[in-house]
């Protein structure tokens, strides 16, 4: 499912309208780059967790050349799925 098929997904759910739909999914995406980008955690009760981890600089082997190299560190998004998404999927 893409950006848009969301939408439309969405729409139908909740009997907003397209545009309507398209503007609350871009208002939570938002919101949650900017929580994330604070350093906070977004916890969904039921559906999930978004959080920061950092991933250590770590060596790496460039594979066209097969020589090291430092891979740096950096901040990564992860998201946990919560216990109802996880039992609604199995």
Sequence with gaps: MNKSELINAMAAESGLTKTDS????????AAITKALKAGDKVS???FGTFVVAERAARLGINPSTKQSITIPAKRVAKFKPGMELTLAIE
């Design 22 to 29: 398209k503007k609350a999914l871009d208002a939570f995406m």
């Design 44 to 46: 969904l009760v039921g």
